[in-house]
């Protein structure tokens, strides 16, 4: 048998839960495919029934507080995203949210985190299509499992981070191109484009795929009769249908003439403050490989199955899905895994580039690294015929599953047992009861002030942002994760051009009810700007606002509270909880 039919019924040969087939008739191809599907539909309906109970316990991290605050304000004012409130996603992150809260409430997080779990519900679907059809049936459940597993390693696992609804788009994409049957047809190579430059609307970072999957669908058209044009054809056609969703955003904003708000929420603020403001270093690069130890290491089992995965996908050369005549499109295993590899990779180093290290970033290359992990090891199992094999096969399987069942954050609720980490909002509990107080002692349609890093005022309270900023780092220079240590450095260059003379402005046409002074957090080292060391800002402060009250927690946590001159002093009427729309939180503070 030369090495081009080597692996031609390998995969076919083992099924995951049922005996070898010799020679699969008609029927047991149709039992083959039923099985599988119910395999695949069984991994994600266990996936569900652990996580859609618990996401009203999910913690609300920073980054959620800060697109919800700016999708409130920007449909509160009825401007656009980087016009009414400033952020550094793409717009459709915000649009999302936007569309969400019409649908759902304003700030109905708990919603979002839902949306979330279905979405990671179709990514897996599409993740086990993927597998299927690239590697053999039976390598669809194994992706589905591994990728649900990686989902599971992070504490935000529901997080609505830029990166989730980015994933769905690009795992459609994948779809359509790794898994088309026969030749790519062309309104599948321009929908594809489509979708992948939807989720760059969703985060910068998937402007690396659209190349990568371009070319993928150029491949896959030549290996199937080596014909150069058409190949060349299919890439341009998935470049073209990425300017469908660039010319409709791009159009809204030109119509609003707000071209260079978009252009600098969209690039510049990233560029010129966010990646301009990291120290590339081989001091920062070992440290971040510390870092990336400490923030992946549960999913570092994921990675090295996809790393050994890769193996025999190199060496082998062709695998068929069991029916005469028909074939994936890409012909060669080891073209079809160096796709799968390059996106993947590509995905890494553009999720890492500011050599930051969260699980949350890794949504975006989880489903790719899934599918490639486990062609590989379908290719290796498809060898292994013999009994002792299946039987190991089939435990893997089962223990894999009953491996995510246990780890659904769920089975505390259902078992009436509440871990206190899944009963809070990420925040310091001082924060959380000033702004419950401050929600009770305001109307819907007053707003706040924020000044510090303590966005989550904003979402807890579930007041809008009086402000475009929903912190003060663009004033102060501050760049999270990057510039706040040493104390005495300069950030002067990391001060956004106006902001200062914009959030003033604002503050004017907008008196708020209250300013929250949460400057002497210690958080990114906002505590090394005060509020009254801005003399703007004290004047306005001074001129129609009063001490209220103040909250600590420990010796090294203080928010301040002023109220606006023409509102009596607050008071609290009932317990202070932490209270999400949709569910009640079971601790009190």
């Known amino acids: 048998?030369?090495?081009?039919?080597?692996?031609?019924?390998?995969?076919?040969?083992?099924?995951?839960?049922?005996?070898?087939?010799?020679?699969?008739?008609?029927?047991?191809?149709?039992?083959?495919?039923?099985?599988?599907?119910?395999?695949?539909?069984?991994?994600?309906?266990?996936?569900?029934?652990?996580?859609?109970?618990?996401?009203?316990?999910?913690?609300?991290?920073?980054?959620?507080?800060?697109?919800?605050?700016?999708?409130?304000?920007?449909?509160?004012?009825?401007?656009?995203?980087?016009?009414?409130?400033?952020?550094?996603?793409?717009?459709?992150?915000?649009?999302?949210?936007?569309?969400?809260?019409?649908?759902?409430?304003?700030?109905?997080?708990?919603?979002?985190?839902?949306?979330?779990?279905?979405?990671?519900?179709?990514?897996?679907?599409f993740v086990a299509l993927i597998a299927s059809r690239c590697f053999g049936p039976y390598a669809g459940p194994w992706a589905a499992l591994l990728y649900l597993l990686a989902m599971g390693t992070s504490w935000d696992y529901l997080s609505f981070n830029s990166e989730m609804p980015a994933s769905l788009p690009l795992v459609v994409a994948g779809w359509l191109i790794l898994a088309a049957p026969n030749r790519i047809s062309p309104i599948r190579c321009v929908i594809a484009g489509t979708l992948v430059m939807v989720a760059?609307?969703?985060?910068?970072?998937?402007?690396?795929?659209?190349?990568?999957?371009?070319?993928?669908?150029?491949?896959?058209?030549?290996?199937?009769?080596?014909?150069?044009?058409?190949?060349?054809?299919?890439?341009?056609?998935?470049?073209?249908?990425?300017?469908?969703?660039?010319?409709?955003?791009?159009?809204?904003?030109?119509?609003?003439?707000?071209?260079?708000?978009?252009?600098?929420?969209?690039?510049?603020?990233?560029?010129?403050?966010?990646?301009?403001?990291?120290?590339?270093?081989?001091?920062?690069?070992?440290?971040a490989l510390w870092d990336a130890s400490v923030w992946i290491n549960h999913a570092a089992v994921v990675m090295m199955l996809a790393i050994a995965g890769f193996v025999p996908i190199a060496f082998c050369v062709r695998i068929s899905d069991g029916r005469a005549g028909h074939e994936p499109a890409f012909a060669v295993p080891r073209v079809r895994g160096a796709m799968l590899a390059i996106l993947t990779l590509s995905l890494w180093a553009a999720e890492t580039a500011g050599l930051r290290f969260f699980n949350h970033y890794r949504m975006l290359d989880w489903p790719f690294t899934a599918v490639l992990a486990a062609g590989g090891w379908a290719l290796l199992l498809g060898q292994l015929r013999h009994r002792p094999t299946r039987v190991a096969f089939r435990v893997g399987v089962i223990a894999a599953m009953v491996a995510m069942f246990l780890r659904g954050e769920s089975l505390p609720y259902v078992a009436g047992r509440v871990d206190p980490i899944f009963a809070r909002i990420d925040v310091q509990p001082h924060v959380s009861r000033v702004a419950l107080r401050l929600r009770e002692n305001t109307t819907p349609d007053e707003s706040l002030f924020v000044w510090g890093m303590e966005p989550q005022v904003y979402l807890i309270a579930q007041r809008r942002m009086a402000t475009r900023f929903a912190h003060c780092s663009p004033q102060v220079g501050l760049i999270q994760f990057?510039?706040?240590?040493?104390?005495?450095?300069d950030r002067s260059a990391w001060v956004w051009p106006s902001s200062f003379e914009q959030m003033m402005a604002d503050l004017r046409a907008d008196p708020p009810a209250y300013v929250v002074?949460?400057?002497e957090e210690v958080l990114f080292g906002a505590g090394q700007y005060p509020i009254r060391a801005f003399d703007e800002l004290a004047e306005w402060l001074d001129a129609g606002y009063v001490r209220d009250f103040e909250d600590v927690s420990g010796t090294l946590h203080r928010v301040i509270v002023y109220r606006r001159n023409d509102r009596p002093p607050t008071s609290t009427t009932r317990p202070v909880s932490v209270t999400l729309p949709g569910r009640p939180r079971p601790s009190e503070f």
């Open 482 to 489: 990057e510039n706040y240590y040493p104390l005495e450095q």
């Open 200 to 287: 760059a609307g969703f985060r910068q970072n998937c402007l690396a795929v659209l190349p990568i999957m371009a070319v993928a669908a150029g491949v896959a058209d030549w290996a199937k009769d080596r014909r150069v044009l058409p190949a060349v054809a299919r890439a341009f056609l998935v470049g073209l249908g990425g300017l469908v969703p660039v010319a409709v955003v791009v159009t809204v904003y030109a119509r609003h003439a707000a071209l260079a708000d978009l252009a600098f929420g969209y690039f510049g603020h990233n560029v010129n403050f966010y990646m301009g403001a990291i120290a590339y270093s081989p001091g920062r690069l070992l440290y």
């Open 1 to 125: 048998m030369s090495d081009v039919d080597i692996l031609s019924t390998a995969s076919a040969d083992i099924p995951l839960m049922s005996p070898a087939n010799t020679e699969p008739s008609p029927h047991s191809s149709w039992r083959r495919r039923l099985a599988v599907g119910t395999l695949i539909v069984a991994i994600v309906v266990v996936y569900v029934a652990t996580r859609l109970p618990s996401i009203g316990f999910q913690p609300i991290n920073i980054d959620e507080s800060i697109h919800a605050a700016a999708a409130v304000r920007c449909s509160a004012m009825g401007t656009l995203p980087y016009v009414g409130a400033v952020g550094n996603k793409g717009p459709l992150q915000y649009w999302a949210y936007q569309g969400l809260f019409r649908v759902a409430g304003d700030y109905n997080v708990p919603a979002a985190h839902a949306v979330g779990a279905v979405i990671v519900a179709c990514n897996a679907i």
């Open 517 to 519: 002074d949460a400057s």
